[in-house]
């Protein structure tokens, strides 16, 4: 089965760090996610992305976070100065139409600690 | 607001035995998606079934079934003849109009031997 691949699988950064946590999604995908996860807790959406554009996105994405797909291969978060609280595992998923008609495939995560 | 509730922290079962994990989700939405994801201890999300709010028949996949009641807005998961390799936390999630899903807070399943 087609796979989304997450690197790197761990990341430990300082508070206050850029981190840029990267996606490979199934080639003939087109619509992209990023959810996260907090130890003990639910997973929660961050955003989606289409089109090359951001088509929903949570209170939790603000203007620390941005998404990019900048070769038509990867998908990236950003988060552009790390806060104790980013401290979670970051998934990636992908699929081909809008996940209600086609399976949504996820990736492994990133966890992620800031320190 | 949509919010998805799984009200059983932990469940357990023997092996081979049958097992039935609760979700409740609250929308005013009409057409809607349904799922149910198992997260192993190595943390990846596996979908595990997929149900259609417009559908009346309950969705099968194998060992796993869901009980889908859309006025009691209840989406209940059954495993039967329950492996060990079925132990892992178990996700209820809800999708509506956007295509973002709305998860539960999970449900630990442990098959004992």
Redesign the interface.
């Known amino acids: 089965e087609p796979e989304v691949t997450q690197t790197p699988s761990h990341q430990v950064t300082q508070m206050g760090q850029e981190v840029i946590l990267r996606c490979v999604p199934i080639s003939n995908h087109l ?1 992209f ?1 990023w ?1 996260r ?1 907090i130890l003990g ?5 961050l955003v ?1 992305f289409y089109n090359n554009e951001i ?2 996105k ?1 209170e939790i994405f603000d203007d620390q976070f941005s998404v990019e797909r900048p070769d038509g291969s990867n998908f990236t978060l950003k988060i552009r100065s790390t806060k104790l609280e980013d401290s979670a ?1 970051y ?1 990636c ?1 992908s699929s081909e139409a ?3 008609t086609e ?2 495939f ?4 990133t966890q992620l600690s800031v320190l | 607001a949509q919010t998805v509730t799984q009200s059983q922290p932990e469940m357990s079962v023997q092996e081979a035995e049958t097992v039935t994990l609760s979700c409740t989700y609250d929308t005013s939405e009409n057409n809607y ?1 349904l799922f149910w994801y198992k997260q192993p201890p ?6 595990v079934i ?1 149900q ?1 709010a417009y559908k009346q028949q309950n969705a099968t996949e194998n060992r796993f079934s869901v009980n889908f009641q859309k006025a009691a807005k209840s989406f209940s998961l059954k495993i039967s003849d329950s492996q060990l390799g079925d132990t892992a936390m178990y ?1 209820c ?1 809800f ?1 509506g109009v ?9 449900t630990r399943l442990q098959v004992f031997p």
């Open positions: 619509y996610y959810y996860q807790q639910k997973v929660e959406f989606s088509s929903e949570s595992m998934f998923a809008l996940p209600h399976k949504l996820f990736g492994s995560g | 998606y190595s943390r990846q999300m596996i979908l997929r259609e996700f999630a999708m956007t295509d973002k899903l709305i998860f539960g807070t999970g």
